[in-house]
């Protein structure tokens, strides 16, 4: 027999429907799901349906079935009435010392090339210093704290005048963004989505192949063209995250690392590394 389903919160959803909706972004079947996750298709259709109360076991097994982020995950067992388990921390707290040092090895061990850590909102957490020269010029309200990089990419004031295969990158960075939002059913996501579709592109550079791009990664992949004082820069980028966080803070944490796509690049970043020193 079926156990009774204990509510949410008094002004939340319920554990079920929120499963649902996980499965549903999913795009996964009640049967799809209960094989993947190892149970009974009809317990999981009653879990859904408020019918049965999950445990907490079957809350978080469910939920990595389903690639919950781990904020929503706490989410989850707090709508079945369960203590989050995936601590939220702030970057500094001493609990995530060596986290941090990691990040800052990553950021300086990849000079003279460019890279970043963002959190999942693409807000600027570090930068090395190579960073510099690529968001030079941009206008000093967008380097304000908090810095968000996609805003200051694509921002008629930001770097989006030096972007040479503007229309190209913006549709990659665009559709990566959409997909974020889309498995995260982060709000926020959506409303800078909206927000940088909004933006009208720089004079003559609104199509693909505009200005005269050329598209370095020969279909292998897009590449940031950049127009910098030392001619312009072809970069692929590359994302890192850490492997096995049961920390929040640490699983919204991604490292933007880029690499030279070709000679000229690479020499280039060299020299303006060496031109600006160890700062």
């Known amino acids: 027999m079926a156990t009774t389903a204990r509510s949410g919160s008094p002004t939340g959803p319920a554990p079920g429907p929120l499963l649902r909706e996980w499965r549903q972004r999913r795009r996964l079947s009640q049967l799809a799901l209960a094989l993947k996750a190892d149970v009974s ?5 009653f ?34 009435g369960y203590a989050p388990v995936f601590a939220e921390r702030s970057l500094d707290d001493p609990a995530l010392d060596a986290a941090r040092r990691a990040v800052e090895r990553v950021l300086q061990g990849h000079e003279p090339y460019p890279a970043l850590a963002i959190d999942r909102h693409w807000t600027l957490l570090a930068a090395n210093r190579a960073v510099g020269p690529l968001i030079a010029g ?12 996609l805003r200051l990419s694509f921002h008629p004031g930001g770097i989006a005048p030096r972007i040479v ?11 990566r963004l959409h997909h ?42 897009v590449p940031l063209q950049l127009e910098s004082e030392s001619g312009v820069l072809s970069l692929i980028s590359t994302t890192t995250v850490f492997g096995t966080p049961v920390d929040v803070t640490l699983a919204e944490i991604a490292l933007e690392c880029f690499f030279p796509a070709d000679a000229g690049t690479a020499e280039r970043l060299r020299g303006a590394h060496a031109r600006h020193g160890p700062g």
Do not use: C, K, T
């Open 41 to 45: 298709q009809r317990h999981l259709s």
């Open 47 to 80: 879990v859904e349906s408020g019918r049965a109360q999950p445990s907490r076991e079957m809350v978080l097994h469910l939920a990595e079935q389903l690639g919950v982020p781990l904020r929503e995950r706490n989410r989850l067992l707090l709508a079945a």
């Open 138 to 149: 941009a206008a000093p309200s967008l380097l304000q704290p908090p810095v968000n990089v």
């Open 165 to 175: 295969n503007y229309a190209q990158w913006r549709a990659h960075i665009l559709e």
């Open 180 to 221: 974020q939002a889309d498995v995260s059913a982060d709000a926020e996501l959506e409303e800078l989505l909206a927000e940088l579709r909004g933006y009208p592109p720089p004079p003559g550079r609104g199509r693909i192949g505009a200005h005269g791009a050329a598209d370095d990664g020969s279909g292998v992949f």
